[in-house]
């Protein structure tokens, strides 16, 4: 397979599984208003994370602050966390899910968990355990050989 086939064709099914699954998750997190898989990305993070500040968020999802605090509003708005100051630097805020919010957050699991069982159907234990180690030699190496700008 030539460079360009190989290229079009991972470019396309990425794209492809990429798209099934927004499109899957937000059906699927709409009667909670979690709007868009970053959302609830945040939300999921927070539940995982109980007084993970706003930064470390960032670090965890690899998305820049002014991103994180738009969603983190939304989820304010919807009553799923709440902010409490630091007591020692008054900068900083510790997030916490309210009961509401992990009950969204929980369902973000199970919809995570019903999508890997679709996704996975027929393959192997082994199979998996090959795709993954296959995708995180190439994250590894577009890491190392393409760095970011």
Known sequence: M????????IE???SSLIMSWKNYFEAK????SIRTITMGAVLFSVYKHPGVVQDDIC???????????RE?????????IK????NIDRRKNHVYVTD???????????????????EFTDISDEEKKSFLDI???????????????
């Open 59 to 69: 670090k965890m999802l690899n998305m820049d602050k002014a991103y994180v605090t």
């Open 135 to 149: 995708l995180n030699k190439v994250q590894a190496n577009v890491r190392d050989k393409a760095p970011m700008f």
């Open 100 to 118: 509401a919010g992990r009950e969204a957050a929980e369902t973000i699991e199970a919809v995570r968990c019903d999508w890997s069982a679709i």
């Open 12 to 14: 396309t099914t990425m």
């Open 29 to 32: 997190m709409a009667k909670y």
């Open 72 to 80: 983190l509003n939304s989820l304010s708005r919807l009553s799923y």
């Open 2 to 9: 030539s460079c360009k086939d190989l290229t079009r064709s």
């Open 83 to 86: 902010r409490e100051k630091d």
